[in-house]
């Protein structure tokens, strides 16, 4: 039913409600809409209102009219087709790693002639409705994602499927929500690059080894997936309590508050696998402020060989993220969806193998005890 809110007329009301039908795939490209009869007693509104609404949407491009055969939803694949646009939505852009996927992106993009439009959801779930809202109302050929809160069962998959029904390819890079997840991605084998990383503490001679997850992306969940693989192979007792979980909202704070907790309590701690080089960086910082030395009291791995693994005073033996590359191969994996849509619909998973990268945060504790 459409309503007349406060501020906002009736045809404006009535114009937005067939929008949004429109451009989350309810009404198909082609398809015929109720006559301004039908409308006006359906919804309670005077003639007038509703064809000055639909005259708004023929003028915008969202429908057509035939005379003598009514009103009509316009095919916009065609001005898709043409746009030479493609929308890039990450969770974060202005730090760390993103620039340089960014880069391998856009040369490929470049290359060939298109344009990004960029999108920043601050890995917030609103933002990313609120993006894929707008993405589906602009003519974009094809959509790279990195997925928001990847773990969390998500309430945006409506326009996952808006995208479907438009036949706007799209592709996941660093995972996929789990109801999405047969649609195209390029990730990295994180549980495999966490794997090494602990497997080479353990090599070193560590045994108390704390890890430190992102609980609401699925890279955090692979990643711990390693850890414990990592542990049970080499007959390590894997301790619930030895873990630290953290979320988005609390990322700033609770990975260093939780280690400088455990030490205050007296836990023996040999070494600290983290998420990532940002985390290890700030782990390494509340370590030297709590008066202790790395590697000589705690060994440090981190994980996407960033430039935090290079400017820490310790450099940080860290995990291979080849950033580029991978931004190379959405945007090539995504051309070849648009050049061949077929290729869009087979089951699309390329996993890129990630390497140890090793520095100086890991004290050699085998050769320490001979």
Known sequence: MVQNDAGQTKYAKLKE???EEIIMGRIKPGEQIPSENTLS???SLSRHTVRKAISMLVNEGYLYTEHGRGTFCKDRSISRANS???GVMTTYISEYIFPRVIQGIDSVLA???YSIMLKNTDNDVEKEALYLQEILDKDLEGLIIEPTKS???SNNVKYYQALDAHNIPYIFIHGVYQQLENKPQIVLNDSNGMYLAVK??????HKNIVGIFKAD???GIERHKGYAKALAENLLQYNPDNVIWFHTEDRKIKPYSSVETMLNNGKKIDAIACYNDQVAFGIYEKLVEMGLSVPEDISITGFDDSYYSTSCPVKLTSVSHPK???GEMAAQTLMEMIEKPEYAKSLIKKVIEPELVIRDSVLDRVKLNK
């Open 324 to 326: 580029e590359l991978l």
């Open 41 to 43: 007693e359906k919804l």
């Open 111 to 113: 290359e060939k002639g």
């Open 200 to 205: 080479y503490l353990i090599d070193m001679g």
């Open 151 to 153: 773990s969390v069962f």
């Open 17 to 19: 409600y067939l929008k």
């Open 84 to 86: 030479k646009n493609i």
């Open 217 to 219: 992306d699925i890279q």
